[in-house]
DNA sequence: ACACTGACTATACCGACCAG
DNA sequence: CTGGTCGGTATAGTCAGTGT
């Protein structure tokens, strides 16, 4: 699947000035509805000239909605990688282009908090599964600890690990979607999960 | 020495095609 | 229509090189 980069921190650098309050830079308009339909013909640079224009308030947005600095500011990636891509969907008919934007971001960060709160939930989601599914073994003793002994050696990974193991066992992940999701090489992902089997089988024995 | 990482290999799965 | 085979693709597992 191919993936846009975004350069952003070009656009970061060039925006120091950057108005908040209106279309303005100094001297210059920016034309939104342009901007966008040059992004939509895959220009980065008017990628960039918006972002320089919104950033702030864009990212306050975003932080007003998922509460947390690095958080908003990956909603702001994520979306600005949206509006690259999308920007030929846009539609002058149906509202403003510095609406459509703002919709994207919104909905973006929104997204976002949805899955952080997915994420917090996941754990002990995904505990309870291995727990449930423990019961219904016919004679669990003889098979599988038990659910406290599971919870404890869990409990003494790291966490990114402990998500990595969850993440592959119980909810059915494939290693590069953990990768993906836990920001690590999916290399690594691989050699925690057999670590970890292996650490925990030696334990149980 | 140990952990991380990427490359390589093995395996599973899926869809297309064909014969009966 | 059904079942078998084949090829392509995705994914998992292993291993060796590299860095700390």
Redesign the pocket.
């Known amino acids: 699947m191919p993936h846009q980069c975004l350069d952003l921190t070009k656009a970061r650098s060039r925006s120091g000035a950057a108005r908040h309050d209106s279309c303005l830079t100094g001297e210059t308009a920016l034309n939104y509805e342009t901007a966008l339909l040059e992004c939509a013909s895959g220009s980065q640079s008017a990628v960039g000239r918006i972002y320089a224009r919104e950033k702030e308030q864009l990212r306050a947005m975003a932080h007003r909605i998922v509460h947390d600095r690095s958080r908003s500011e990956d909603v702001i990636h994520d979306a600005f990688a949206q509006i690259l891509r999308y920007a030929k969907n846009f539609d002058p008919a149906r509202g403003s282009a510095r609406g459509w934007i703002y919709a994207i971001v919104r909905n973006t960060a929104l997204k976002m908090r949805q899955n952080a709160r997915r994420e917090l939930a996941l754990e002990d989601e995904a505990l309870n599964a291995i727990c449930a599914r423990e019961q219904t073994v016919p004679n669990p003793a003889c098979c599988i600890p038990d659910s406290m002994t599971l919870r404890s050696m869990l409990d003494q990974l790291e966490p990114q ?1 402990r998500a990595s193991l969850l993440l ?1 066992i119980v909810d ?7 990768s993906e999701y836990l920001q ?5 992902v ?6 970890e089997l292996v650490a925990m089988r030696r334990q149980l024995e």
Do not use: D, F, M, Y
Request: hydrophobic share 35%; no cysteine.
């Open positions: 690990r592959a059915g992940r494939t290693h590069e979607e953990i690590v090489p999916v290399g690594t691989k050699a925690w999960i057999r670590r």
